[in-house]
Every structure is written in C-alpha cells, then in structure tokens.
C-alpha cells in the first residue's frame, strides 16, 4: 500500500497536479516477510470446514481449496465452465461487489484466465452438487447461484464462510487462505515453479516465487534427500543378498 501511494504522489508531480511529492524523503516500514504473514490451514481444517458448510456452500469451499480459485472466481462459475469429461476448470470470469452492492461480472484479473486441471474427487464433489441444487443443468447456470439467481458476491460468501468456521469450531481462517493452501499442496508435491504459476493464474513466475518461494526446499533439503536416496540405495541390501552371503 506504501508504494502504491508513493507512484501516485510521483505521477501527481509529473502531471503537475501538486508541485512537489509529500512522500520523498519519508523512509517506509520494513515489510513482514512474506511467510510470517501467511496462514496456510491443514488438510484437516479444509476438511472440516467442507463438512460444516452449507450443503450448498461445500463445493465452494472445495473449488477454492482444491482447484485455487479466488473468491471471486468460484463466484463467477458456471455449469459449462466445469469440463468433466476433460477434468478440468475454465477460469474466465470473476464477480465483484459493485457501488450499488449488486453483483458485477468481470473479466479475471490480469493473466488470469486460465484451465485448471482437477482430480477426480472434485469432480464427483461438483457432480453431486450440479444433481442436487442445479436439476436443469443449463451450461449457462450459475454454479453457486443466490435465491434469485444471481452470483453471490463477497457478503453472501462472507456469511456463509462465518458459518462454516463456526460449525467446524475454528477461528482466524480467512477464505482467501484456501488459495495459500492450493499451492502449498502442489510445492509439497514436487511440481515445478511454472506448473504452480500456471495453476494459481499468476502474470509471471516471479509472483509465484515472491509469494510461495519459502514453501519450496532449498538446496539443503534436497541435498540432504538425495543424500538419504544415495545411502539408502548402497545400505539398505535386500535380504536375499544378505542370506546369500
């Protein structure tokens, strides 16, 4: 926010709009890094809140969970976004609270349209859930839909989200924590810094790694595990060598 501010005051100069920037001279807090700042709730959290959820609010917890979608995105679903024969996510639009408090559809931001591929057990999550609360199955449904058939925007998802917390008994989560979640599962996995970019819907790797880079291990670790591989390979005889000898 600091140099947010800072570029206006510069631009204001530039365009002479003020004569001289009320910022220079001024030093700026140092940041929080980034991975003190961050809550990232376990896979036992997510499954709480999932089954504490409004059987309606579920799979939106889940496509955000595991499949990375902003709050505004999993809002801006549709049926015909979900690929089930390809397993897969269209990300194409997002809603946003507009000035009279109304649903605003947007494009996504900047770089990030994008296909997310998803596993199977999301896949039968939404199923069931497009067979439970969406009978008519038109492709151009809104996949969480408000009693009057709107997308819900971020006071709708906001109550709910606070209901889910409540019923599963947890404090301090934030939704936008299922997103830091997302990708800690990817890194924990292996996947490369491009594959975690490319799914998280991020301009450019460098966000990724501004963001996500302490998640990775460093060179230690993975010394250290190729070390363990290599020891385990040359130590750890099978027993049929060992009775042969």
Known sequence: MSKNLRSVFR????????????????????????????????????GRLIAAAD????????VCAFAGLRLGEAAGLQIGDVDFLRRRIRVSRQVQRGLDRTADIRPPKHGSERTV??????LTMLGTHVEAFLADGDRDRWFFPTPAGTPPHQNTVGHLWRRAQAGAGLTGIRLHDLRHFFPSGLI??????VTVQRALGHASA?????????????????????????MAASLDLPADYLRTR
Do not use: K, Q
């Open 11 to 46: 631009g204001a100069v530039r365009d002479r709009v003020i004569a001289t920037d009320p910022s220079e001279g001024v030093t700026l807090p140092r940041c929080r890094r980034v991975e003190h700042t961050m809550t990232i709730p376990t896979p036992a959290e997510v």
């Open 206 to 230: 460098t966000t990724t790694l501004n963001s996500y880079s302490h998640l990775w291990p460093d060179a230690d670790d993975r010394t250290r595990a190729a070390t363990d591989s290599l």
């Open 117 to 122: 591929v998803v596993p199977d057990r999301l």
């Open 188 to 193: 924990a996995s292996g996947c490369d810094v």
């Open 55 to 62: 059987p309606r609010f579920a799979a939106f917890i889940a």
